[in-house]
Nanobody, 121 residues
Framework: QVQLVESGGGLVQPGGSLRLSCAAS????????MGWYRQAPGKERELVAA???????NYADSVKGRFTISRDNAKNRVYLQMNSLKPEDTAVYYC???????????????WGKGTLVTVSS
């Protein structure tokens, strides 16, 4: 089995910063794309940022210039540095990854359980 565990969420004032981390563990042969999604109350889950195995990032327009995604392939970790946070960034943030569990198998998609980010004064 594969587990994705997020950490780093919390309460922060507008304009502040947080760094989210996600650790993938379990039966892992390789990881392709990794990403962060978020879901605010009453809204659908949306992509925040994603990064390929080669390190190419992709961002939602709403976070460009404020958030930075990165990954450590050796540690099977992905990070999200969030700066200049706004109240509208308040949401549960979920880690997502495409994982191959053994050579010759296909990639399957996995989700973490989420970490809450609250931006409020």
């Amino acid at each position: 089995q594969v587990q994705l565990v997020e950490s780093g969420g919390g309460l922060v004032q507008p304009g502040g910063s947080l760094r989210l981390s996600c650790a993938a563990s379990g039966s892992i042969f390789s990881i392709n794309a990794m990403g962060w999604y978020r879901q605010a109350p009453g809204k659908e889950r949306e992509l925040v940022a994603a990064i390929t195995s080669g390190g190419s990032p992709n961002y939602a327009d709403s976070v460009k210039g404020r958030f930075t995604i990165s990954r450590d392939n050796a540690k099977n970790r992905v990070y999200l540095q969030m700066n200049s946070l706004k109240p509208e960034d308040t949401a549960v943030y979920y880690c997502n990854a495409d994982v191959k569990r053994a050579i010759g198998t296909r990639y399957n998609n996995y989700w973490g359980k989420g970490t809450l980010v609250t931006v409020s004064s």
